[in-house]
């Protein structure tokens, strides 16, 4: 099992916050003899809707190679969901920071865009959800 990202622990209240169970942490997704875990499963607790949410915290000295691992692992878990007949939604959950800054500029409209990832922006000091992008 992978560790968690270091704002795993924080997406969980702001979805909790947000009117979110946590259904699920590391969930193991296995295709072939290969294993894969996205981080969270969570449920609505009005409407009962389930998604998945990968956490990324996205900053690093190189911002461009930490997104390009983000969105492979994103497509790599939303391909294998979609395999083994599972059509949860799948989010990338991101800092607003890191939103407003890279995920603004033109690589990042054109990458979130073409490849369709559905983003779960959230302010990690107020623990709540800035805005989705489905």
Known sequence: ?????????TVKRVLIKAGWEITGEQIALKIGKRRLWIDLQVQHIQTSQVIFVEVKDLSSASMVETFALAVGKFVLYRT???????????????????????????????????????????????????????
């Not at 800054?101 to 559905?118: H, P, R, S, W």
């Open 1 to 9: 099992m992978p560790a968690k990202d270091r704002l795993h622990d």
């Open 80 to 134: 294998v969901l979609k395999q083994i007949g599972n059509d949860s939604p799948l989010y990338l959950s991101v800092p607003v920071h890191v939103a407003d800054d890279f995920l603004n500029d033109e690589l990042g409209k054109l990458i979130v865009n073409v490849e369709n990832v559905n983003l779960i922006v959230f302010d990690p000091i107020r623990e709540e959800i800035v805005r989705w992008n489905a």
